[in-house]
């Protein structure tokens, strides 16, 4: 069956930066949307960030634009988020989704439509 594991969340200080993992198993990669959500307690679940895995394009929230990147190593089945400049408003369970087509030149952020979900991982900033 598919899979998706989510690893590298933690504890960092405001201005540090992090690399998630989302590693796949049970699932082809090629020529598909993948992304990032996170969800802030008490918040509800938003798009970070997605990826398309065939030509790498890619598309941002503005709350991490410019801070963020999304990559992938295919022969790991592993796609990645970094972040830098960290903020305390960056504190969320983190969770990577795959499986949903792209209309147009990019992935979007939209919450439905996504066929795997990984179960999150939190990420803690902290002064």
């Known amino acids: 069956q598919v899979r998706l594991q989510e690893s590298g969340g933690g504890s960092v200080h405001t201005g540090g930066s992090l690399r998630l993992s989302c590693a796949a198993s049970g699932y082809n990669f090629t020529s598909d949307c993948m992304a990032w959500f996170r969800q802030a307690p008490g918040k509800e679940r938003e798009g970070v960030g997605s990826?398309?895995?065939?030509?790498?394009?890619?598309y941002y929230a503005d709350s991490v634009k410019g801070r963020s990147t999304i990559s992938q190593d295919i022969a790991k089945n592993t796609v990645y988020l970094e972040m830098s400049s960290l903020k305390s408003e960056d504190t969320a369970v983190y969770y990577c989704a795959a499986g949903r087509s792209r209309i147009g030149p990019f992935c979007g952020l939209g919450i439905n439509g996504w066929n795997y979900w990984g179960q999150g991982i939190q990420v803690t900033v902290s002064s």
């Open positions: 990826f398309y895995t065939g030509d790498e394009r890619s």
